[in-house]
Antibody, heavy 118, light 107 residues
Framework: QVQLQESGPGLVKPSQTLSLSCTVS??????????WTWIRQRPGQGLEWIGH???????SYNPSLKSRVTISVDTSKNQFSLTLSSVTAADTAVYFC??????????WGQGTLVTVSS | DIRVTQSPSSVSASVGDNVTISCRAS??????SAWYQQKPGKPPKLLIY???SLQTGVPSRFSGSGSGTTYTLTISSLQPEDFATYYC?????????FGGGTRVEMK
């Protein structure tokens, strides 16, 4: 049974780059069938799909974030990662990693709060 | 982007009530829709996918229906653990988008 766990800094300064990792256990990021996905939830708000990566390396991003987002896979660590550049306070959110099967999400990581503040 | 509108935004109900939540998309979804339950401080949990398929392990009191642009989540005989926020999601086209959520509160 696949389980996911996010990790990374909880505080990022404005204009800097947010970097998070998601460790996959009980499965392999190299196996087909899963779209490794990042989703965020701003405080008190709904859910926003950020993007995903497939085991082939193919990616898809939300156009609203595309210019600032990169999702990558590290097969040696069985992880996938999110980088979001030039962050502002509007990027403050709980960031979830999830596996897309293929376009609905199960399971999800527990989520990690990232605050953008100086 | 496909806009997803949920209604109502909140509903007050009692244990044993039947609760219905609606989701309307700005374009047809061809049944590419899903429903999630989220409790405070927890990640969303997949309940229904492909409009009406029950995810493994989800109680049968949850059911989904719909087609085209309109989809419905029904909770039959609400249980204490069902008080939560529910989200619908469209999976028909990218970017994937979610509704604004429906909070099911205790009456």
């Amino acid at each position: 049974q696949v389980q996911l766990q996010e990790s990374g800094p909880g505080l990022v300064k404005p204009s800097q780059t947010l970097s998070l990792s998601c460790t996959v256990s009980g499965g392999s990021v190299s196996s087909g069938g899963y779209y490794w996905t990042w989703i965020r939830q701003r405080p008190g708000q709904g859910l926003e799909w950020i993007g995903h990566i497939y085991f082939t390396g193919s990616t898809s991003y939300n156009p609203s974030l595309k210019s600032r987002v990169t999702i990558s896979v590290d097969t040696s660590k069985n992880q996938f990662s999110l980088t979001l550049s030039s962050v502002t306070a509007a990027d403050t959110a709980v960031y979830f990693c999830a596996s897309g099967i293929p376009r609905w999400f199960d399971p999800w990581g527990q989520g990690t709060l990232v605050t953008v503040s100086s | 982007d496909i806009r997803v509108t949920q209604s109502p935004s909140s509903v007050s109900a009692s244990v044993g009530d039947n609760v219905t939540i609606s989701c309307r998309a700005s374009q047809g979804l061809s049944s590419w829709s899903a429903w999630y339950q989220q409790k405070p401080g927890k990640p969303p949990k997949l309940l229904i996918y492909a409009a009406s398929s029950l995810q493994t392990g989800v109680p049968s009191r949850f059911s989904g229906s719909g087609s085209g642009t309109t989809y419905t989540l029904t909770i039959s005989s609400l249980q204490p653990e069902d008080f939560a926020t529910y989200y619908c999601q469209q999976a028909n086209s990218f970017p994937l988008t979610f509704g604004g959520g429906t909070r099911v509160e205790m009456k």
